[in-house]
């Protein structure tokens, strides 16, 4: 009797595990690798309800391929590598440091970083470090225009914003933006020959050479319209402009000011280690 009961007994046990077991992974099994399974659930929540069959169906042929690549790898490995070899802890921990420390720079950084910086520190820095400011490609000023050829605004749009009188250029700004293509002034800031040059469908060299009486003017084949630009000022060498290379040199003298923050807390650590005996060192 004792056994029949013992034996009820397990058997509600195990059915009871069954039901648990299918209510976590009552699911369509899409992949396998082994003993690993991916489930049609695990697949969905990669997948957006908002794509097309299409698109779902390539997310998911490449989801999957992904994760057996994956898990391929650890069948290889599991069954080619020493159980020593397996053995991770130490690069855990070591990652787990790594982590935590990077972790608190971030929050001593962000508590005592000084980010203000005076236009007298960048002409400092910046007359300091000239050698490292060479231009390796022309600098520009521009206003650019692309405009259909057989626009009645052509002419008159090109001609303000190919001078500097006062009210002219106002002009420029209106009738560009509503009947141009694509118009913007970048009369006050530099922009690099290549940048410009992406603008024009063409290399750097190509486009400068176009440069006569401070006009670039450029048609594309087989197309209506034309692109234009006027050059304001323009450097072709030496040493590039401050104003070019301002935000480059925030970023040095903020990445200087990190630098010495993290040396400091360095040494402050230990120092204050060794003065309330937090770290020893032992004679050898």
């Known amino acids: 009797?004792?056994?029949?009961?013992?034996?009820?007994?397990?058997?509600?046990?195990?059915?009871?595990?069954?039901?648990i077991s299918s209510l976590i992974h009552d699911d369509e099994v899409v992949a396998k690798v082994g003993r690993y399974k991916l489930y049609r659930s695990d697949l969905s929540r990669y997948i957006p309800e908002s794509v097309s069959p299409e698109d779902s169906a390539r997310l998911a042929a490449n989801y999957i391929n992904t994760w057996?690549?994956?898990?391929?790898?650890?069948?290889?490995?599991?069954?080619?590598?020493s159980k020593a070899e397996m053995d991770v802890t130490a690069e855990l921990e070591d990652y787990r440091h790594s982590l935590i420390r990077f972790r608190y720079e971030q929050r001593y950084i962000n508590d005592r970083l000084d980010t203000l910086i005076t236009e007298e520190q960048l002409n400092e820095y910046y007359t300091a470090h000239l050698d490292e400011f060479k231009l390796s490609r022309p600098v520009l000023k521009v206003r650019f225009l692309n405009i259909l050829k057989d626009s009645p605004?052509?002419?008159?749009?090109?001609?303000?914003?190919?001078?500097?009188?006062?009210?002219?250029?106002?002009?420029?700004?209106?009738?560009?933006?509503?009947?141009?293509l694509k118009y913007y002034d970048r009369s006050e800031t530099w922009t690099d020959a290549?940048?410009?040059?992406?603008l024009f469908g063409v290399d750097a060299s190509r486009m400068l050479s176009a440069l006569k009486d401070n006009l670039i003017i450029i048609e594309p084949e087989d197309r209506g319209d034309v692109m234009v630009a006027y050059v304001c000022d323009i450097q072709r060498e030496g040493t590039a402009p401050l104003e070019y290379?301002?935000?480059?040199?925030?970023?040095?003298?903020?990445?200087?000011?990190?630098?010495?923050?993290?040396?400091?807390?360095?040494?402050?650590?230990?120092?204050?280690?060794?003065e309330r005996k937090n770290f020893v060192i032992y004679q050898q």
């Open 1 to 19: 009797m004792r056994k029949f009961v013992l034996f009820l007994s397990l058997l509600v046990l195990a059915c009871s595990c069954t039901a």
């Open 68 to 81: 057996a690549q994956e898990y391929l790898y650890m069948q290889v490995a599991e069954q080619q590598l």
């Open 153 to 180: 605004y052509l002419a008159q749009i090109v001609d303000a914003m190919s001078v500097e009188e006062e009210g002219r250029v106002p002009e420029a700004d209106t009738l560009g933006a509503a009947y141009a």
């Open 194 to 198: 290549a940048q410009l040059a992406l």
């Open 245 to 274: 290379v301002e935000d480059r040199i925030r970023d040095i003298i903020i990445s200087n000011r990190k630098h010495k923050l993290l040396k400091s807390l360095e040494q402050d650590l230990l120092t204050d280690a060794l």
